[in-house]
């Protein structure tokens, strides 16, 4: 892949010239480069959508098959073909003529949101908490009081979450209910249904909604649907905003739009991520100019899946130096200001701490503890164990202070993508939808190497389960993305030099 990265406007000082990519290459009868066909597209587009309608078929082949529970090798080879194929396709949309980019993605992004449809939730079971959450809420309940495993929930129960038969509680994804429970001759879907949820109220809201507008009996089809819509959404929303950008920057909603992550994770497992990524784009797409709507749209964005909050510095780029700093207090007031407004309501309702089981998750995931699941494994690679999350902290604080002091305001999507990248490189994340803030960051910004995150998130999380050593996998995918970073920031940085180097 190669970054699409046309020639900034003037005033917004613009990257280095190595970035600098002008017009359509042109031959020499000053058409662009490949025949025309009927005046409207050339060879560079029949091979985009060549590439797009194979990716198209091996993502549907993947989400079709359980291999993941049956041959977790064979899914992580379908993955590594869309993400190739992905690949190129986001390479040759480099010569598509410009009247076709924007139908060309919108096209493809249907077509991948359609491929999530295909079937139920396949590598994840988190939509299933979803859906009970928000059964539980239009019960008239705090989804922060009751574990699903409560008896107090007993009428609530059906069939498709709590499932009965030895046959049935055998199957992969299943969670029997703890003894003493009148009930615990049934099995759920919902992982840990011993605890509390996790979710923060705007996602709690959107769980809500889609109950309340999904038919009797529709199961995981609601929520598949709203991830659809939520991930062509932000399609749309990111060639709005790239095209007022100016430049031919709408090419970059395709790090986005084809992105094999988003099928997988945003519509056929549903993850909320989604919904928390959509409002962070459309944070960053506002910020420069109002910096309230955005603070409040990032707010949103924090109170969906917290995750976002490690964009703030992006959002406050070149704050602390003077004449700025009046716009990054109304950027962090507004964005405190609505996560405190989405939170109030379930304060008020509930008994439970309305952070309910975030704690326990921290723990299990082993952010405390390095060793555990692999934890900070870059580090741990030339640090003690117990170096490594100090480390990491410290890392983190400088990047987010240069970009809090040095930051360009005007480019506040910039910061936000260099500081998420480096939070996933230094924590290395099993989970690979939380890799959807990333990939839409990028899609912003244009830098597509860090992608390569995204991709070792999945090789990890797939891929792990095909090898003997997962957590091998894990730190050589990881590392992998590192180096590529890296490279491309020297390649930006000293684009003579390099270049004379590889002459």
């Known amino acids: 892949m190669s970054p699409i990265t046309p020639r900034p406007a003037a005033s917004t000082g613009g990257p280095a010239p190595y970035e600098t990519r002008t017009a359509e290459p042109r031959g020499p009868a000053g058409h662009p480069s490949g025949a025309r066909l009927n005046g409207v597209i050339n060879r560079a587009s029949l091979v985009t959508v060549s590439l797009l309608a194979a990716l198209t078929a091996v993502l549907a082949t993947a989400v079709r098959s359980d291999a993941y529970d049956t041959d977790p090798a064979a899914l992580a080879g379908w993955y590594a073909a869309a993400w190739a194929l992905f690949a190129g396709a986001a390479w040759t949309l480099r010569r598509v003529p410009a009247r076709c980019v924007v139908p060309l993605v919108l096209t493809g992004a249907v077509a991948m949101a359609v491929t999530g449809l295909l079937a ?15 059964r539980v809420q239009a019960a008239g309940m705090s989804p922060y009081d009751h574990a699903p ?16 038969g030895a046959a049935e509680c055998a199957r992969p994804g299943r969670a029997r209910i703890p003894a003493g429970d009148p009930g615990s001759s049934a099995c759920t879907r919902i992982n840990r249904p011993s605890v509390h949820t996790i979710y923060p109220p705007v996602a709690e809201g959107y769980f809500l909604l889609v109950h309340q507008l999904s038919p009797p009996g529709a199961r995981h089809k609601p929520l598949q649907t709203g991830g659809a819509l939520l991930a062509v959404g932000t399609s749309g929303l990111l060639l709005y905003a790239l095209r ?10 395709a790090y986005w739009a084809w992105c094999p992550a988003v099928p997988v994770e945003a519509v056929n497992n549903a993850h909320v991520d989604a919904l928390g990524a959509l409002l962070t784009a459309a944070a960053f797409a506002v910020l420069a100019r109002r910096p ?22 992006g959002a406050l780029s070149g704050t602390l130096r003077k004449g700025h700093r009046r716009r990054g207090a109304v950027v962090l007031l507004a964005a405190a200001g609505v996560v405190g407004l ?7 309702v509930s008994h439970s701490s309305v952070f309910g089981y975030l704690g326990g998750y921290t723990e299990e995931e082993g952010y405390d503890d390095a060793s555990a699941r692999n934890r900070y494994a870059l580090l741990r690679l030339v640090l003690p164990d117990t170096w490594a999350l100090p480390a990491a902290l410290v ?18 999507w910039r910061g936000a993508l260099v500081v998420t990248g480096t939070a996933f490189l ?5 989970y690979s939808w939380y890799a959807l803030l990333l990939v839409v960051l990028v899609a912003l910004d244009g830098r597509w190497e860090w992608l390569g995150v995204a991709v070792a998130g999945a090789a990890k999380y797939v891929g792990g389960r095909a090898v003997g050593d997962p957590n091998l996998l894990g730190t050589v995918a990881y590392g992998v993305a590192a180096g590529v970073v890296v490279a491309m ?15």
Do not use: H, N, Q
């Open 489 to 503: 920031w020297l390649v930006r940085r000293f684009p003579r030099r390099v270049r004379g180097v590889t002459a």
């Open 395 to 412: 890392v983190l604080a400088v990047a987010a202070g240069r970009v809090l002091w040095r930051g360009d305001p005007e480019r506040p």
């Open 426 to 430: 230094l924590l290395t994340p099993g």
């Open 292 to 313: 309230a709507s955005g603070g409040a749209l990032l707010g949103a964005g924090i109170a969906t899946k917290l995750l976002p909050a490690v964009t703030l510095p």
């Open 244 to 253: 007022r950008r100016g430049g031919g920057r709408e090419r970059w909603a």
């Open 120 to 134: 139920e939730p396949r590598t994840s079971t988190d939509s299933y908490r979803y859906a009970w959450d928000g």
């Open 342 to 348: 989405g939170y109030l309501p379930y304060v008020l």
């Open 149 to 164: 495993a409560d008896p107090a929930l007993r009428p609530l129960r059906d069939r498709w979450l709590f499932p009965e």
